[in-house]
Every structure is written in structure tokens, then in C-alpha cells.
């Protein structure tokens, strides 16, 4: 089971990316699905959360420019993000509490990152 994160890049300031977030392997269902990002020298820190019924929590990264999106039947998760400043270069890393066999509890699991740089 694996989470693969994609659609980073150079982007200028101002400008818009959508990230993705793919599941592979045998996965039952995903509940928690999430961004989080580290720039260099920092801690990784919380960017967005969606649980399986839509329902999103934002860290104080996205500043109402961020949106966390999913679909379910794919068991994928995006996150849209405008306005881009310098500060948003970082490695943005997926994370999904992923069920992977029946009667046991979801584990999570982390992407590898995909890398965000913004040019001023």
C-alpha cells in the first residue's frame, strides 16, 4: 500500500497548483485524508485535513487560500492552492488513515512528498 503524491513544481508568486494525492495497492476504504509541508529548516506542519464525508480542517498555512478536496471512489486527495507566496516552498506530504484488511483498524500512511517551490 502505498500514498503517491504528484503536481508539484516551479510556480511564480501569485499563480495557482493543484497537488494530488494517489492510493495504490489494496486499500478498503480511506477515512482521514491530509496535507501537511515542510520547508527547509522547519518542522513539518498540519496544512489541510478532509474526512470521508467531506468534512476539512485547515492549518494556519492555508490562509483561505488553500482548498482540500478528495474522491472517494478513487481514493485520492487534492489540494488547490492560489495566490502563492515565496513561503509556501516546501515539500508537501500526503497522509491517509488507510483501512487495508477487514476487522482491523486504519493505519496511516505517508506519500513521499512533492515539491512545491514559489518564485518571488
Known amino acids: 500500500v502505498q500514498l503517491q503524491a504528484s503536481g508539484g513544481g516551479l510556480v511564480q508568486a501569485g499563480k495557482s497548483l493543484r497537488i494530488s494525492c494517489a492510493t495504490s495497492?489494496?486499500?478498503?476504504?480511506?477515512?482521514?485524508m491530509g496535507w501537511y509541508r515542510q520547508a527547509p529548516g522547519k518542522e513539518r506542519e498540519l496544512v489541510a485535513t478532509?474526512?470521508?464525508?467531506?468534512?476539512?480542517i485547515y492549518g494556519a498555512p492555508a490562509e483561505g487560500r488553500f482548498t482540500i478536496t478528495r474522491d472517494n471512489a478513487n481514493k485520492r486527495v487534492y489540494l488547490r492552492m492560489i495566490m502563492l507566496k515565496p513561503e509556501d516552498t516546501a515539500v508537501y506530504y500526503c497522509?491517509?488513515?488507510?483501512?487495508?484488511?477487514?476487522?482491523?483498524?486504519?493505519?496511516?500512511?505517508w506519500g513521499q512528498g512533492t515539491l512545491v517551490t514559489v518564485s518571488s
Open positions: 497522509n491517509a488513515q488507510l483501512r487495508t484488511q477487514w476487522g482491523r483498524d486504519p493505519r496511516g500512511y
Open positions: 495497492g489494496s486499500v478498503l476504504s480511506a477515512n482521514d
Open positions: 478532509i474526512t470521508s464525508d467531506g468534512r476539512t
